[in-house]
């Protein structure tokens, strides 16, 4: 399988090797534990779509009582397409 599509906050994780394309859509927000957890299950991805994810809840949170330092960056080493709508 080189495609998992509609990925959305409920995603259980796991190790997708083989997946290049990867498609979110929430109609909830998608905070940054999600986005980890992304980055971890789909280490070889290439091309990410975002369609109607709705902005942070915790982020202001985040700021306000840390600076935003306790948010880690995210890497994904093979990306090379994100499209966000």
Known sequence: MQYY???ANHF???LYRYVRVESL???????HE???RISQSFPFMEKLC????????????YKSMND?????IIK???LS????E
């Open 81 to 84: 397409q994100l499209e966000i």
């Open 34 to 36: 999600f986005f980890i």
């Open 68 to 72: 935003n330092h306790n948010l880690s």
């Open 5 to 7: 599509e509609d990925i």
């Open 12 to 14: 259980p994780g796991g």
């Open 50 to 61: 975002a369609t109607d994810c709705h902005p942070q809840n915790k982020k202001q949170s």
């Open 25 to 31: 859509y929430d109609k909830q927000s998608v905070e």
């Open 76 to 78: 994904y080493f093979y």
